[in-house]
């Protein structure tokens, strides 16, 4: 079986591994305070033109959305997010089991807009019955692989800076919005545009490891204090840190990474254009999302693992189909003759 349904089946880049293994025997402080993290921090820094971020390393995405969130909400402020949200979706209620409310808004494309966010604000202000809204969460790319554009997360940001909501943004798969044609963003219009946001590793090449990026001067005092109480300050820091150095670094295996997934979803997005097949969000990205009869999906699945994400109805579902730093061509185009057979 070949699988597609998401992209970190693969353990990590060859360079990864090496730098690791070549280092495996050197002694070094602990919790992230040894030479290598702190290279990694200055690299992410450079690439984010932002020399004066606080940048932290923990290990999984989840672990890195609670450890943010519950850092900066009071006890009756809740988060504001898409309802298709990672936080409100895909982690068994983290965010509530920590003690504040994921406050959803629709969401078709896995985006919000400003006059959500606007309206929220005024329907729970000054109504101590409510959960205030107290922080806005986004994802890029969305969990439906759509992206937001420079101009929607600067409408995004200023709405945010009216109300002071810190806006957050996960960013568990950005190399893959950064590599695709229709991104017209930086990581420095990131760091400028956002109060925070991580820096995913764990989707796009390294072994496991998110860098959170903080550029909010208020937000900086203490962090460390409370990725330690919710348990993600690796005694062996190193291991996280080290990994975003041939990520960062002169082999910019970050921006490597994200190419080799976008060159390989185009083509099979172009294979599926080709076919008829419908699209049931339009995404740039890595991630592609089709709708396909139950019988053919049934078919499909005797060769590929694909992630059904929807049942549309008795007869059709929504399928997710998911490229990486590692997926291999040859297993695309069998991939692409498969589908070629299914709609022959």
Not at 71 to 100: M, Q
Not at 144 to 166: A, D, M, N, R, V
Not at 205 to 217: M, Q, Y
Not at 287 to 304: G, H, P, T
Request: charged share 25%; hydrophobic share 35%.
């Amino acid at each position: 079986m070949i699988h597609f349904e998401c992209d970190y089946n693969e353990g990590a880049m060859p360079e990864i591994l090496d730098i690791m293994v070549k280092t495996n025997m050197e002694q070094t402080v602990g919790y992230g305070q040894d030479v290598y993290c702190e290279k990694a921090k200055e690299l992410i820094k450079k690439a984010c033109n932002a020399p004066n971020a606080d940048i932290h390393f923990l290990v999984g995405g989840t672990q890195t959305n609670k450890t943010v969130i519950q850092s900066y909400l009071k006890p009756f402020e809740g988060v504001l997010s898409a309802v298709s949200g990672h936080i409100n979706t895909h982690e068994t209620g983290t965010i509530e089991a920590g003690g504040h409310k994921v406050i959803a808004m629709a969401s078709g494309d896995g985006k919000i807009r400003p006059w959500q966010i606007e309206k929220a604000v005024l329907e729970h202000k000054g109504d101590c019955h409510f959960v205030q809204p107290g922080m806005v969460y986004i994802s890029n790319p969305t969990e439906f692989g759509t992206i937001y554009s420079k101009s929607e997360l600067s409408q995004l940001s200023e709405i945010c800076h009216k109300y002071h909501l810190p806006l957050y943004l996960d960013g568990a798969r950005l190399g893959y919005s950064l590599s695709c044609s229709k991104n017209d963003l930086t990581l420095s219009d990131y760091a400028e545009l956002c109060d925070i946001f991580y820096i995913g590793g764990t989707k796009m090449g390294c072994l496991f490891g998110e860098a959170v990026v903080i550029t909010n001067d208020s937000m900086k005092k203490g962090f460390r204090y409370n990725i330690k109480q919710n348990g993600g300050l690796l005694a062996k820091g190193r291991l996280l840190g080290i990994q975003f150095i041939p990520m960062f670094g002169e082999d910019n295996l970050y921006k490597k990474a994200g190419d080799h997934a976008i060159t390989l979803a185009n083509k099979l997005k172009a294979a599926f254009e080709k076919l008829g097949i419908e699209f049931a969000y339009d995404s740039p990205t890595n991630q592609q999302f089709i709708i396909l009869e139950n019988d053919k999906l049934e078919e499909l699945n005797k060769y590929f693992v694909v992630a059904v994400t929807e049942k549309i109805d008795e007869t059709h579902s929504i399928v997710r189909i998911c490229t990486d730093w590692a997926t291999k061509e040859e297993n695309i185009d069998a991939l692409i003759e498969k589908f070629q057979e299914i709609y022959a």
